[in-house]
């Protein structure tokens, strides 16, 4: 089994920024990668990050590009989430997933709730 830990989220005003840190702890053999996924209030969940750990490959949703930065935390099977230029329209509770060999994200966090307001 694999646990997956989140925490950093916030209340920040926009153009602000916040990082997000995730960890998977237990059974981390089979897993390749690490996402971060979100959900606005009424909206479906959405990709925004992720990051392989084998050559360390990223990919980043076209509403994040630019300002969000996803990167592994040292040879650990975790990653930060670096958000910068924050705005209102980011406002959502972030969850961080793991994906295994698969290719399906199998392990999933609680969420971190990330509020952007003046």
């Known amino acids: 089994q694999v646990q997956v830990l989140e925490s950093g989220g916030g209340l920040v005003q926009p153009g602000g920024s916040l990082r997000l840190s995730c960890e998977a702890v237990?059974?981390?053999?089979?897993?390749?990668?690490m996402g971060w996924f979100r959900q606005a209030p009424g909206k479906e969940r959405e990709f925004v990050a992720s990051i392989r750990w084998s050559g360390g490959n990223t990919v980043y949703a076209d509403s994040v590009k630019g300002r969000f930065t996803i990167s592994r935390r040292r040879a650990q099977t975790a990653a930060y989430l670096q958000m910068n230029s924050l705005n209102p329209d980011d406002t959502a509770v972030y969850y961080c997933a793991v994906a295994t060999l698969r290719g399906d994200y199998a392990y999933w966090g609680q969420g971190t709730q990330v509020t952007v307001s003046s």
């Open positions: 237990g059974s981390t053999e089979y897993t390749i990668s």
